[in-house]
């Protein structure tokens, strides 16, 4: 059994990747989203580059948070509707295990797309490039931490009423220290201030969430066939 | 699709692994009890299964025969009693469990966007079988390629049993199994049952119409008295509901 823990993450993660690619409209939604939400700020707050400069980090940030919302509900629904779930627990691969490449596949499939679009997105918000580095390692270290907590939100509002209504109040609070540390890296690198510390405790929150979160999302696998 | 010359059984059959010799008490299932909210759904359900027995659970809607299918496949924790396989608890450990159970559910757990074949691949991961087998032996080899959205209901269902095949488990657990299959499915389904238990396996499935397993024994589950349904809505005058 040990042997085909590897073999059946990755065969969960290619099933993903191909449903993901047959349903594109679905996949390049979130992205879609990102781009026009971070499109609307200069249209509201006005065409100054100065105050659009000063902004750019924020709107990126909350952009891609919001965005990486948008597919959670489908991440366990879609499985628990159609039985698929019941089989996926039956392959004997432990439940915090399936979860963890579920929110692997989220991230692949939300999280990466997102990252990519961000680059675009800054420059046309006017981010100096020199902080696009700085802007793309915390998006990478937070867009991970977004398909961890969130993965965790949707296993555990799995099969309520309204869950996802719920989602967004569950996920939002539990990933503000990822934005504040994100958004207050880029406004140091904007500075000049020493961005590194944000980064590392950005990194640190990945640390805690990658072994914490699939754990709890496990546990809400099993609830939630019940 | 159904080819000029039929499969032969010997074919059909070689999908399934040789299990315990018959005549080993296997599955024990002991004074089951699962509460459903402030219901008690099933109350102290027991009963002994050996090496190629297999067994119809009946009795009316509502009466708890898919909610013990999925105790005995460990989805769901009983509220008391034990399951024991070769007389060990097999709910300590259900991920292990998880491999000598073949389950079929109400839903057929398909995929719509993915094709026959890429619906299998993961129970084929999972087990090591062979799915182009498994689907020969349920005639949809021809269908293999075709995006599960444009099969039929019992397309769906072949394709569901071909996943039961695929996992080459012991123990059977089969919710419906013959739910929009026709004739000719229905006589294969008999001789994949009496391969499987002559190769040492267990059925057990839940059925309202007869199931090609002879000499299976049957579980009657009593269900519901009428008395005992909770009736909330007894306190209310009726013009506050209209």
Same mark, same amino acid.
């Given at each position: 059994m040990t042997l085909r823990i590897p073999a059946l993450i990755t065969a969960i993660l290619e099933r993903d990747l191909r449903l993901a690619l047959r349903h594109g409209a679905d996949t390049l939604g979130a992205v879609l989203f990102f781009i026009l939400a971070g499109a609307l700020f200069p249209l509201a707050l006005g065409p100054s580059p100065e105050l659009l400069r000063r902004m750019a980090p924020g709107i990126v940030w909350v952009c891609a948070l919001l965005a990486a919302l948008l597919p959670l509900d489908r991440l366990f629904g879609s499985e628990l509707e159609d039985g698929s779930l019941d089989q996926l627990l039956m392959t004997g691969l432990p439940p915090s295990l399936i979860a963890l490449a579920k929110m692997i596949a989220h991230w692949l499939t939300t999280g990466l797309p997102l990252l990519l679009a961000a680059g675009p997105l800054a420059i046309m918000l006017g981010m100096?490039? +020199?902080?696009m580095v700085v802007l793309l390692t915390g998006l990478l270290l937070g867009t991970l931490i977004l398909s961890l907590i969130g993965g965790m939100a949707a296993s555990v509002v799995?099969? +309520?009423?309204?869950g996802g209504v719920l989602l967004p109040l569950l996920v939002l609070p539990l990933t503000t220290p990822a934005l504040i540390f994100g958004a207050a890296a880029l406004d140091a690198a904007q500075t000049g201030l020493s961005w590194g510390p944000d980064l590392e405790l950005l990194g640190a929150f990945l640390a805690a969430a990658l072994p914490l979160c699939p754990l709890a999302a496990g546990a809400g696998l099993r609830a939630a066939v019940e | 699709m159904p080819g000029p010359h039929p499969l032969p059984i010997a074919r059909r059959i070689s999908v399934i692994p040789a299990f =315990? @010799? %018959? $005549?080993? %008490?296997l599955l024990e299932v002991e004074n089951i009890s699962v509460f459903r909210g402030e219901r &008690?759904? &099933? #109350?102290?359900v027991g009963f002994t299964l050996e090496a190629g027995d297999a067994l119809l659970l009946t009795g @009316?809607? $509502?009466?708890g025969k898919s909610t013990l299918l999925r105790v005995l496949a460990g989805l769901h924790k009983p509220e008391g009693g034990h399951v024991l396989w070769s007389g060990v608890d097999? *709910?300590? #450990?259900r991920s292990q469990h998880a491999g000598r159970v073949a389950y079929l559910g109400h839903?057929?757990?398909?995929? *719509? $966007?993915? =094709?026959l074949r890429e619906n299998l691949t993961l129970a084929a991961r999972a087990s090591g079988g062979n799915p182009d087998l498994c689907m020969e032996s349920l005639n949809i080899s021809g269908l293999? #390629?075709? %995006?599960?959205?444009? &099969?039929s209901a019992g397309q769906k269902r072949r394709a569901a049993l071909a996943r039961v095949l695929l996992a080459q488990a012991p123990l059977w657990l089969l #919710?419906? %199994?013959? &739910? $929009?299959?026709d004739i000719n499915t229905m006589g294969l389904l008999g001789t994949l049952f009496a391969a499987h238990r002559q190769a040492g396996g267990i059925v057990i499935a839940t059925t309202h119409v007869p199931l090609p397993l002879p000499d299976a024994r049957t579980h009657a589950l009593p269900g519901l008295n009428e008395s005992d349904i909770p009736q909330p809505l007894e306190d209310f005058p009726e013009d506050d509901l209209l």
């Open positions: 100096p490039t +020199a902080s799995l099969g +309520a009423r309204r | =315990t @010799p %018959p $005549g080993h %008490p &008690l759904v &099933l #109350d102290r @009316p809607n $509502g009466a097999a *709910l300590a #450990d839903q057929d757990a398909l995929k *719509l $966007g993915l =094709t293999a #390629d075709l %995006p599960a959205r444009m &099969l #919710d419906e %199994p013959s &739910l $929009g299959l």
